[in-house]
């Protein structure tokens, strides 16, 4: 990863994530809808949004803007998730990176 990149994340309550970013030449944007983890996110010197995840994107990014965007565990709570993801893609810059995970709680009594 390169200096001078721009990235969003959600889902990272303690912005461990944001902060390695931030400490390694990146612009950060993060997004947390606790009032407490904005607050502390604010008093590492991240620039979090305390909003959720369709305010975010809904604010006036332009297309292409991030070089990478990073949902943790949080697709699972959206009501449609495809159109968050394709609202996401439009704002990562075409050789931009966006990473997903989702919980997958599988089990014997799904068979």
Known sequence: MHKGKVVAEKGEYKNFFLKFMSENGWKVFGIELSPEASKYAHSLGLNVFNTTLKEFL??????????????????????????????????LKDSGIMCVEVPNDFNTLQL
């Open 58 to 91: 809904e604010k006036k990014w332009y297309d292409g803007y991030f070089n990478a965007i990073n949902l943790k565990c949080v697709l699972e709570y959206v009501p449609n998730p495809i159109e968050i993801l394709k609202i996401c893609k439009s704002l």
